[in-house]
């Protein structure tokens, strides 16, 4: 199995509070710092399950960058990082108690201000018969020239605000990879993941995964749809579960799974990624 990843690349700040956040205060609680970003996260998840992979993205000349060096030499994941004169990105997440996300900021410059062009003469460097995997991180401009790639082609759309930015290249997409609110800001007819995946799955030929947090998630291919609900987890973090899930799910469908059985390794996945959180 072989891919190659293309987007966010950060350092993540994650700050948990010990109880109920209190908006507006300073909140008792815990902090962490970790290399992390979608197309990382992602990159990570595919090498532990066994796969080639090679990261593509943009970070600084900065300890963050040696950082997140490290943790591809440690993970056995290619280092196609783009060296860039802007600080490495970073993401600040708020967590309450439970784990639930209140609030995030994504600081990507150094991504944001990459050329496309540039972007276009990396991935020239990628294996023929690499499955790209790329993120919503990436601008417009950087989305349509990555998807003008040929070859099999996945995206996760990331967040709400981002999602949108993935519409005009549907149609050149193998799969893809968003939540409720995601799929929404797509486009499509999003009352319950079900029939969010059947709307998005109406407009692409991809298979489509989604995920509503703890209720029943769903992947659509053409006019076929599944549904199946995650097993019930302890609180934790929720920051890279949808990550592990994306993961999990190009593993299986790059091995021959059927839709509804990479839903199921998804779902595994992102269960007992949820498991060892703090």
Sequence with gaps: LRFWCLGGVLIDHIGRTH??????????????????????????????????????????????????????????????????????????????????????VSDLTALETLPPDVIVAHL??????????????????????????????????????????????????????????EAAVLGAMAETAESAARSLAARTTATVFVTDGPRPASVARGGDVWRLTPPPVPSASVTGAGDAFTAAALIALATDATPNQALAAAIAAASAHLETQP
């Design 19 to 104: 109880a109920p956040v209190l908006h507006s205060q300073s909140n008792p609680g815990a902090a962490r710092l970790a290399p992390g970003g979608v197309a990382l996260n992602i990159a990570r998840a595919l090498a532990a399950g066994g796969a080639d992979v090679g990261l593509m993205g943009a970070v600084g000349r900065d300890i963050a960058a040696d950082l997140i060096a490290a943790a591809l030499a440690a993970a056995g994941i290619e280092d196609r990082l783009i060296r860039t004169d802007h600080p490495t990105g970073a993401y600040l997440a708020i967590e309450g108690a439970d784990g639930d996300l209140h609030v995030g």
């Design 124 to 181: 020239a460097q990628a294996p023929p018969d690499a499955r790209l995997v790329i993120d919503a991180n990436l601008t417009p401009d950087q989305l349509f020239k990555a998807a003008a790639r040929p070859g099999w082609l996945a995206a996760e759309a990331v967040s709400a605000p981002k999602a949108p930015r993935l519409a005009p290249i549907l149609p050149s997409l193998n799969a893809l990879f968003c939540n409720l609110s």
